[in-house]
């Protein structure tokens, strides 16, 4: 059981917009901020927004990242079939148990 | 350009140990922190903590103390992980992902790239 929590699958066709939601507590998201990976297909995951939203260089605008309380959205417009891929929310938590960084479980993203 | 690479697949029996290296390159190895982070067959990305690569301190997360380790050699810019008494559960891919940080505006925020390619230990009998 992931510490964050977000849908097990999203699905769009192309030139669609989804979006991934991600739902933690105010140890975590409610104070610190949220990153998403995007890990395509036998591949290492693969930094696409930090700090809630900033895209690195080189990640489209297509991409958009947002933070609201205790919940995150990665949104991805004008899908793209390269765009399938599973993502993964993630942010520092500050919990007692021991502080550390938590994931959540993972979007599979099917482009039909 | 910045890159991390790691060592190869491993095919390990229960009880032995494996150590799994990452090299860097591209950037000051020691001006950057590393993870590492654990991804069993099918499953998400599990933080198993991390190394201060100046001092060489490690911080490891709840569930990954006893036989894991993290190590460096700063002379060849490599991290290492090994884990000892492997068990069957072991076996994933394990990622190491280096830490970047921003406080330029007061606060501080983290995260991590670039990530190795990950190297599959596998333990079975």
């Known amino acids: 059981q992931s510490v964050l929590t977000q849908p097990p699958s999203a699905s769009g066709t192309p030139g669609q917009r989804v979006t991934i939601s991600c739902s933690g507590s105010?140890?975590?998201?409610?104070?610190?901020?949220v990153n998403w990976y995007q890990q395509l297909p036998g591949t290492a995951p693969k930094l696409l927004i930090y700090?809630?939203?900033q895209r690195p260089s080189g990640v489209p605008d297509r991409f958009s990242g947002s933070k609201s309380g205790t919940s995150a959205s990665l949104a991805i417009s004008g899908l793209q079939s390269e765009d399938e891929a599973d993502y993964y929310c993630?942010?520092?938590?500050?919990?007692?148990?021991?502080?550390?960084?938590?994931f959540g479980g993972g979007t599979k993203l099917t482009v039909l | 350009q910045v890159q991390l690479v790691q060592s190869g697949s491993e095919l390990k029996k229960p009880g032995a140990s494996v150590k799994v290296s990452c090299k860097a390159s591209?950037?000051?190895?020691?001006?950057?922190?590393m993870n590492w982070v654990r991804q069993a067959p099918g499953q998400g990305l599990e933080w198993m903590g991390w190394?201060?690569?100046?001092?060489?301190?490690?911080t490891y997360a709840q569930g990954f103390t006893g036989r894991f380790v993290f190590s460096l050699d700063t002379s060849v810019s490599t991290a290492y992980l090994q884990i000892s008494s492997l068990k069957a559960e072991d076996t994933a891919v394990y990622y190491c992902a280096r830490d970047l940080e921003d406080c330029s505006g007061g606060s501080c925020y983290e995260w991590f790239d670039p990530w190795g390619q990950g190297t599959l230990v596998t333990v079975s009998s």
């Open positions: 700090s809630n939203n």
């Open positions: 190394i201060n690569t100046n001092t060489g301190n490690p």
């Open positions: 993630a942010a520092w938590d500050d919990s007692l148990n021991g502080p550390g960084w938590v």
């Open positions: 105010s140890s975590n998201i409610g104070s610190n901020t």
């Open positions: 591209g950037y000051t190895f020691t001006s950057y922190a």
